[in-house]
Nanobody
Framework: QVQLVESGGGSVQAGGSLRLSCAAS????????MGWFRQAPGKEREGVAV???????SYADSVKGRFTISQDNAKNTVYLEMNNLKPEDTAMYYC??????????????WGQGTQVTVSS
């Protein structure tokens, strides 16, 4: 059974930093895509960043240059380093897992989410 467990959310002031973690277990994909998504109250869920098992990454324009996605294969953990946070980054952040390439990813597994709140 695939499980994704996020951690690292919290409350920070604008300009601050947080690092989110997503610990994955129970999957057997040799190639996969892990993604971070977020959803703010009253808004649709949006993709933030993805990383392929081979290491390639992609980011939403709104976070380019501020957020970095990375993975530690030994720990089956994906990270989202968030710097220079803005109030508009406030949202529930979710990690998700899909088999195969990111550009064709159908994310079938989701974590429970971790809240990020950025105050001005």
């Amino acid at each position: 059974q695939v499980q994704l467990v996020e951690s690292g959310g919290g409350s920070v002031q604008a300009g601050g930093s947080l690092r989110l973690s997503c610990a994955a277990s129970g999957y057997t994909y040799s190639s996969y895509c892990m993604g971070w998504f977020r959803q703010a109250p009253g808004k649709e869920r949006e993709g933030v960043a993805v990383i392929y098992s081979g290491g390639s990454t992609s980011y939403a324009d709104s976070v380019k240059g501020r957020f970095t996605i990375s993975q530690d294969n030994a720990k089956n953990t994906v990270y989202l380093e968030m710097n220079n946070l803005k109030p508009e980054d406030t949202a529930m952040y979710y990690c998700a897992l899909a088999d195969g390439y990111c550009y064709t990813a159908d994310f079938g597994y989701w974590g429970q989410g971790t809240q990020v709140t950025v105050s001005s």
